[in-house]
């Protein structure tokens, strides 16, 4: 039997969830880690192996996990800032765990307890994390397990969701339409949250309703939020035209608040800042002033964590792009039906 037949054997075992796995070939320990590095997704439903070895080959008892989201995908991380900025992403998008493939070299331990010191606080609607090494995997990896548990239930997460979902569509209806270039579409979201939110932190507020003001459906359906509303607002119009966007946790110099913002890019090779909050002048009107901005910029009043691939060189000016292309062809937006309400 060739190597690929054992490896499949052994996958179609995991998959099955098979306890017992007889495999008879003379180094079948590094085959089944092969097999593990090959398909993290299923590495991450194992718990814990154990192979008894035979003259050839081996036994491989497997102890799989209790897995409310079986589709969950595996996630990976070489260094602790990956690490953070996966826990991040999870509970922006209210997932109740994330697993993670992690460098040894990184001490998850100390991402773990710096993330709970630093930022639980920041998500109002989050009441515990929870952080479990699943297993050792392909040399220098370790699987691990981020579970998290909040004040909102699933089922009023849905209803907002659908709610959120909705209110997207009627807005790209009258931000958007065909053969407008994603420059123009970034820069009238921005105009539209900026005239349409108003900023709001009640210092009194419970938890509940501090988790609305934070979240998407806080700028979008209530059309009220802090500064995480907005970015997180931001990002889910964007994402919906499939225009790269991120949403930064950092602080404003000076300031012991946190303080969130987005980062875009429209070729995933130029990235620029965008504080909509920032810009957002109240009574329906807005500024530029933090529209595309380079990471020079941004430090001359911001802290954040730079990730690599995420550099703000500003080569181009986006702003003055997008507004003369709205100069140009507002015209043919504004009879496709676009509202030019949010063309400045």
């Not at 994402?239 to 890019?265: F, L, M, R």
């Amino acid at each position: 039997m060739r190597i690929d037949a054992y490896k499949d054997k052994i996958k179609t075992a995991l998959l099955n969830k098979q306890e017992k796995i007889s495999v008879e070939y003379y180094n079948a320990s590094n085959l089944f880690q092969s097999v593990l590095r090959e398909n993290p997704t299923i590495a991450a439903k194992i718990k814990n192996v154990q192979y008894d070895e035979l003259l050839v080959g081996g036994v491989f008892s497997v102890t799989y996990t209790v897995d409310p989201d079986n589709d969950s995908e595996v996630l990976h991380a070489d260094t602790g800032e990956q690490v953070e900025d996966a826990m991040h992403k999870a509970i922006r998008h209210y997932k109740l765990e994330v697993s993670v493939s992690v460098a040894k070299s990184v001490n998850v331990s100390e991402v773990y307890n710096n993330f709970l010191v630093t930022y639980q606080g920041y998500y109002s609607n989050l009441i515990s994390i929870e952080c479990e090494q699943q297993f050792n995997i392909f040399g220098g990896k370790n699987l691990v397990k981020f579970s998290f548990n909040y004040r909102i239930g699933r089922i009023k997460l849905s209803m907002m969701e659908r709610e959120v979902n909705k209110k997207l569509a009627e807005i790209n209806n009258i931000l958007f339409c065909y053969d407008m270039p994603n420059e123009v579409k970034a820069f009238v979201a921005h105009n539209y949250l900026a005239k349409t939110v108003v900023y709001w932190l009640d210092e009194d507020a419970g938890p509940l309703e501090k988790s609305y003001m934070q979240s998407a459906y806080g700028a979008l359906i209530n059309k009220k939020c802090v500064c995480q509303g907005y970015a997180e607002a931001y990002k889910r119009i964007l994402d919906s035209q499939g225009i790269t966007c991120e949403v930064i946790c950092g602080k404003i110099k000076g300031s012991p608040d946190y303080h969130a913002w987005n980062v875009v890019s429209f070729d995933d090779k130029e990235f620029y800042h965008v504080d909509v909050t920032w810009d957002a002048q109240g009574k329906g009107k807005n500024r530029y002033k933090y529209y595309g901005l380079t990471d020079e910029r941004m430090r001359e009043d911001r802290i954040w964590t730079r990730l690599s691939y995420m550099v703000c060189a500003g080569s181009e000016n986006i702003l003055e792009k997008a507004q003369v292309q709205l100069v140009q062809s507002g015209g043919l937006f504004t009879s496709r039906g676009v509202n030019k309400k949010y063309f400045n």
